[in-house]
T-cell receptor, first 112, second 112 residues
Framework: AQTVTQSQPEMSVQEAETVTLSCTYD???????LFWYKQPPSRQMILVIR??????QNATENRFSVNFQKAAKSFSLKISDSQLGDTAMYFC?????????FGTGTRLKVLA | NAGVTQTPKFQVLKTGQSMTLQCAQD?????MYWYRQDPGMGLRLIYY???????DKGEVPNGYNVSRLNKREFSLRLESAAPSQTSVYFC???????????FGNGTRLTVT
């Protein structure tokens, strides 16, 4: 069974600053991937970043990067130079054996 | 290219009524998923179909049935709606295991 835990229901950050969203997971799969999705008020689900569990190198996508600690089963998302458009719900997810399991989400507000 | 299309966008049901949520994808994806999103609960997997002709239970299957009609379409049926099924429902699809999910825009269902 897979579980994904996001322990920060809400966070806020000043525009242009850096914020880190936490995620821990548990899985019995040996081949799995981890994802961060963004859900703005429009309700659309947007892929932010993906990490292959077999890769030690942390994934980066422009201002978004992850800190993947496989032994600790931790997968945090760092957003640098935060922008007002980053205001959204952020969901962490883990895939394996066709199941994609999501966490409960972190609501991020970027303050002007 | 429409991606994943869900119908309807909004629906109000009375307790005990039945309805089917429709989902279709035009990306030739093999696997399809139904999730529900509730405040504080994140996205929870209801059912999924790893490939045409197969369906499997997710985390919260009770009260729902699904049909993988063909490779494109995956429907979710509520036989006797209950207020606890008030939620936003998302359909998603993926071409192969561990690739990112592609989501529809969701259906907001209210059961009174």
């Amino acid at each position: 069974a897979q579980t994904v835990t996001q322990s920060q229901p809400e966070m806020s950050v000043q525009e242009a600053e850096t914020v880190t969203l936490s995620c821990t997971y548990d899985t019995s799969e040996s081949n799995y991937y981890l994802f961060w999705y963004k859900q703005p008020p429009s309700r659309q689900m947007i892929l932010v970043i993906r990490q292959e569990a077999y890769k030690q190198q942390n994934a980066t996508e422009n201002r978004f990067s992850v800190n993947f600690q496989k032994a600790a089963k931790s997968f945090s998302l760092k957003i640098s130079d935060s922008q007002l458009g980053d205001t959204a719900m952020y969901f962490c997810a883990c895939s394996g054996t066709y199941k994609y399991i999501f966490g409960t989400g972190t609501r991020l507000k970027v303050l002007a | 290219n429409a991606g994943v299309t869900q119908t309807p966008k909004f629906q109000v049901l009375k307790t005990g009524q039945s309805m089917t949520l429709q989902c279709a994808q035009d990306m030739n994806h093999n696997s399809m998923y139904w999730y529900r999103q509730d405040p504080g609960m994140g996205l929870r997997l209801i059912y999924y179909s790893a490939s045409e002709g197969t369906t499997d239970k997710g985390e919260v299957p009770n009260g729902y049935n699904v049909s993988r009609l063909n490779k494109r379409e995956f429907s979710l049926r509520l036989e006797s709606a209950a207020p606890s099924q008030t939620s936003v429902y998302f359909c998603a699809s993926v071409d192969r295991l561990n690739s990112p999910l592609h989501f529809g825009n969701g259906t907001r269902l209210t059961v009174t």
